[in-house]
């Protein structure tokens, strides 16, 4: 059993800059792939960054793509995404979310965090 808390949204303007945090429980933290996971209001969830248990390969959307970075650390059980050059198109709700297998696919993610909401204003 795994348990994500996700923190670090919030209101930034555009071409700012958030990181996120995703904090872990349970002892197999780094025997999870891990990722973040966004949906905006009338979207689909969609897949934005993944990193592989540990850390040394990652993979993302390709709009986020030189804006974005995923991190993990797990001696604290925390994933990270920074969050740069942002723009009113990322506005979305952002999940944290572990699995096993790899690549990370929405449809079959085995544990979901809360989610943190993510405003970028125009």
């Known amino acids: 059993q795994v348990q994500l808390v996700e923190s670090g949204g919030g209101l930034v303007q555009a071409g700012g800059s958030l990181r996120l945090s995703c904090a872990g429980s349970?002892?197999?933290?780094?025997?999870?792939?891990m990722g973040w996971f966004r949906q905006a209001p009338g979207k689909e969830r969609e897949f934005v960054a993944g990193?592989?248990?540990?850390?040394?390969?990652?993979s993302y959307l390709d709009s986020v793509k030189g804006r974005f970075t995923i991190s993990r650390d797990n001696a604290k059980n925390t994933v990270y995404l920074q969050m740069n050059s942002l723009n009113a198109e990322d506005t979305a709700v952002y999940y944290c979310a572990a699995d096993s297998r790899w690549p990370l696919v929405w449809s079959r993610i085995t544990y979901w965090g809360q989610g943190t909401q993510v405003t970028v204003s125009s």
């Open positions: 990193v592989i248990w540990t850390g040394g390969s990652t």
């Open positions: 349970g002892r197999s933290f780094s025997s999870y792939a």
